[in-house]
């Protein structure tokens, strides 16, 4: 399965640093279409690797969210796998489209390393993400690399206030990944899968899970008020719409964000967690299309 809900945490990045490249004056439909194919066809890829991994290793026989093709016989292991490799040949084909057109060869080691982060997320003898380390390579790749490489992909350089926003969005990313795993917190370790909701225990991710939701608020009000302070030229005009523009993403990813965490505080767990996934999925999305409007009003 593609799993739907983990799909944002591939387009919102691409939406946030498209609004970047809009905000320098560098915006490049194709190029943005080709940054969003790539994120896409990466996030189905390691979704299908996920799948298969966790399968054959027996990890999802006891999982309690929606039945996986691997684990459920619905499709045959090595099928999968096929349809993961795919889904990372497309990716690969479209990010050497992306170098052919910059001229950046360098963006093919990245390119190599986002596949590899994919595959070895539960994937090869030691998967990182058994070992707790699957939320900081989540932050790096659909945070920092998807949100500043689609601005860089089109304007050539990446602002501090760029880079500010991708955390806050690879945060969000990463609360997608831990309450998946504060799903699964009571079956992983019969596996030998520590992942970061195991290692903390129970009470101190949800702690966390909720301070990657709120976080986030702060960093992208932040980035579109040090855009603002980037752009100059004051005046009482301009501070109105100032007010405005910072105004706007508060109030809205204030909400977005208690929506998220709510179901996590009072304690849900098991399937209770699954709409959680789904709404932390709407919060990012939201996320990337708010903070990038903002940061073209910033301008």
């Known amino acids: 399965?593609?799993?739907?809900?983990?799909?944002?945490?591939?387009?919102?990045?691409?939406?946030?640093?498209?609004?970047?490249?809009?905000?320098?004056?560098?915006?490049?439909?194709?190029?943005?279409?080709?940054?969003?194919?790539?994120?896409?066809?990466l996030q189905i890829g390691s979704n299908l690797a996920n799948d298969y991994s966790d399968g054959v290793r027996g990890t999802d026989d006891e999982r309690t969210g929606p039945p996986r093709l691997t684990a459920s016989g619905l499709v045959k292991p090595s099928s999968v796998k096929r349809a993961a490799f795919g889904c990372f040949g497309v990716a690969a084909l479209l990010g050497l489209v992306v170098v052919l057109l910059t001229q950046q060869w360098w963006l093919i080691l990245a390119g190599v390393a986002a596949v590899a982060a994919a595959w070895f997320y539960t994937g090869g003898p030691r998967p990182y993400g058994y070992a707790g380390?699957?939320?900081?390579?989540?932050?790096?790749?659909?945070?920092?690399?998807?949100?500043?490489?689609?601005?860089?992909?089109?304007?050539?350089?990446?602002?501090?206030?760029?880079?500010?926003?991708?955390?806050?969005?690879g945060l969000i990313a990463c609360s997608l990944l831990m309450v998946n795993n504060l799903r699964d917190i009571d079956t992983d370790p019969a596996h030998g899968k520590r992942t970061l909701a195991v290692r903390l225990?129970?009470?101190?991710?949800?702690?966390?899970?909720?301070?990657?939701?709120?976080?986030?608020?702060a960093l992208g009000v932040g980035a579109v008020a040090w855009a603002l302070l980037a752009r100059g030229g004051w005046d009482e005009v301009s501070l109105g719409v100032a007010a405005l523009v910072l105004l706007v993403p508060l109030i809205i990813l204030s909400w977005a964000a208690h929506r998220v965490v709510g179901p996590v505080v009072v304690?849900?767990?098991?399937?209770?967690?699954?709409?959680?996934?789904?709404?932390?999925?709407?919060?990012?999305?939201?996320?990337?299309?708010?903070?990038a409007l903002g940061l073209v009003g910033a301008f």
């Open 267 to 291: 304690g849900a767990t098991g399937r209770d967690l699954i709409p959680v996934l789904r709404n932390a999925g709407f919060y990012e999305l939201v996320y990337g299309v708010v903070i």
């Open 133 to 169: 380390l699957g939320e900081v390579f989540v932050f790096v790749f659909f945070g920092l690399m998807a949100t500043c490489g689609t601005a860089y992909i089109q304007g050539g350089s990446v602002p501090g206030w760029v880079w500010v926003a991708a955390c806050g969005i």
């Open 201 to 217: 225990g129970d009470a101190r991710a949800r702690s966390v899970f909720v301070a990657m939701v709120y976080l986030p608020v």
């Open 1 to 41: 399965m593609v799993r739907l809900r983990t799909l944002p945490a591939a387009v919102a990045p691409v939406i946030l640093g498209a609004g970047a490249a809009v905000a320098l004056g560098s915006f490049s439909l194709p190029r943005t279409l080709l940054a969003a194919g790539v994120a896409l066809a």
